[in-house]
């Protein structure tokens, strides 16, 4: 950050070989951290198998050779949808928790819309959720959490 400052108070001429070199190394650990993230969810995601999903009225199930989970459509706050993916966030202004749902698991073209419609009427209508930066006079219960989800094994 000080270099950056200096860069910019400075201007880019005064910017030394130095200063350059440390900006580039910090850009590579960005882009190898990342990098090394994604390497490691997709190790795990391995170990647990192939995934079934399945979407219904209740939730999401995941089952796969080595986990079940079961979470209700409290847990999610909104979805975004490309061509290949459908994916639903929380609530919270980060999206830290997610779901990634291929559009290629579907059997019938058919099932893409009805998948649409199950995920808007759900997150639509859904119970109320708090704010992203949440209230402080808010009574915290587990029943009344958006991110409480239930876990079978």
């Avoid at 995934?51 to 909104?78: C, K, L, M, P």
């Avoid at 698991?105 to 959720?129: K, M």
């Avoid at 930066?133 to 587990?142: A, I, K, M, P």
């Amino acid at each position: 950050m000080l270099s950056l400052a200096n860069l910019l108070t400075r201007g880019l001429d005064a910017a030394g070989l130095e200063v350059w070199r440390f900006l580039l190394i910090a850009c590579l650990l960005v882009i190898a951290v990342r990098w090394l993230t994604a390497l490691a969810l997709l190790a795990y995601a391995r170990h647990l198998g192939e995934h079934r999903v399945t979407v219904d009225a209740d939730g999401i199930s995941t089952v796969s050779e080595r986990h079940t989970h079961q979470t209700n459509w409290g847990f999610y706050g909104r979805s975004a949808e490309s061509r290949r993916v459908f994916v639903l966030l929380t609530p919270d202004v980060w999206g830290t928790g997610l779901m990634v749902l291929p559009k290629r698991g579907l059997s019938d073209p058919q099932d893409s819309e009805r998948l649409r419609s199950l995920i808007t009427e759900h997150l639509a209508t859904g119970s109320p959720r708090r704010s992203a930066r949440g209230s402080r006079n808010e009574s915290h219960t587990t029943a009344s959490d958006p991110y409480t989800e239930r876990q079978e094994s």
